[in-house]
């Protein structure tokens, strides 16, 4: 074979590494995740609303959600980095003694772009035992940092037990800009039974003290939902699955706006 076929050759089986690793990333898209994976979008019971936070624990900020959580009555879903869940034992015990439930964000928070199959798996391995040494059980849910579900990181969650679950309503809770008007705000667009709502107990990846606005949110959020008869818990009281029939279309004003908060 000469030098320029080997060439083509070379750049072909990069390309075909590359697709094969960033092409499951395609799922941080709602659209395709809706259509092709109601699972993965956290779709489940029509009359229950999962609520999730990602980047914990934080001694800074973690106790207050645990403190505003008991006080509305809601148990939720934590997805923690393993590392920071290391330095903070105590924390992470007592979001299991609150009630809560731990599951897997990872061991650090960072974007998967060069392809790393045996570190994915170590890791998200070393997190699930670290939550296991915790919960004193083995967690369920995983959610890959900044939703990016690579190849690598999807075959490792699936040799480590974990579900891959991403979210169904976001408040955009980490910029500088965030508030609670604007968390609420961002859920009113999507939100509706059967969702699974991702928030931030943490500013570890996002602005300095974005945690106090989905922290000021909470109240409204909680009390939309009663009102309008979803019930709110964590994610292994969501009735996650596969393909399920339509989900509930969410209430509306005239003219079809979405609408939770008036």
């Known amino acids: 074979m000469n030098a320029p076929l080997l060439r083509r050759a070379a750049a072909?089986?990069?390309?075909?590494?590359?697709a094969w690793h960033i092409g499951p990333?395609?799922?941080?898209?709602?659209?395709?995740?809706?259509?092709?994976?109601?699972?993965?979008?956290?779709?489940?019971d029509h009359g229950h609303v999962a609520l999730t936070f990602d980047d914990g624990p934080d001694p800074r900020s973690t106790p207050l959600f645990l403190r505003?959580?008991?006080r509305l009555s809601v148990r939720a879903t934590f997805f923690v980095l393993g590392s920071a869940l290391e330095r903070h034992r105590a924390l992470g015990r007592e979001i299991v003694t609150e009630g809560h439930e731990l599951a897997v964000h990872g061991w650090h928070h960072e974007r998967p772009w060069t392809p790393r199959p045996r570190r994915d798996a170590h890791e998200l391995r070393r997190t699930v035992e670290a939550v296991r040494r915790l919960a004193g059980r083995r967690p369920l849910w995983y959610r890959p940092p900044y939703g990016i579900l690579t190849a690598g990181r999807w075959?490792?969650?699936?040799?480590?037990?974990?579900?891959?679950?991403?979210?169904?309503?976001?408040?955009?809770?980490?910029?500088?800009?965030?508030?609670p008007d604007t968390v609420l705000a961002e859920l009113n667009?999507?939100?509706?039974?059967?969702?699974?709502?991702?928030?931030?107990?943490?500013?570890?990846?996002?602005?300095r003290g974005a945690w106090r606005a989905p922290l000021g949110a909470l109240?409204?959020?909680?009390?939309?939902?009663r009102e309008h008869g979803l019930a709110v818990g964590p994610l292994a009281e969501h009735g996650v699955r596969g393909h399920r029939g339509p989900v509930r279309p969410p209430v509306a004003r005239a003219g079809g706006m979405p609408l939770l908060w008036r």
């Open 155 to 179: 075959a490792a969650a699936r040799r480590a037990g974990l579900q891959p679950v991403l979210w169904s309503a976001w408040g955009r809770d980490w910029t500088t800009r965030a508030s």
């Open 68 to 70: 505003e959580l008991d």
């Open 25 to 44: 990333a395609a799922t941080w898209l709602p659209a395709v995740r809706r259509t092709l994976g109601p699972a993965l979008d956290g779709q489940g």
């Open 189 to 207: 667009r999507t939100l509706r039974g059967g969702a699974t709502v991702l928030l931030h107990d943490s500013d570890s990846t996002g602005a």
């Open 12 to 18: 072909g089986t990069v390309l075909a590494a590359a």
């Open 219 to 225: 109240p409204d959020l909680i009390a939309a939902c």
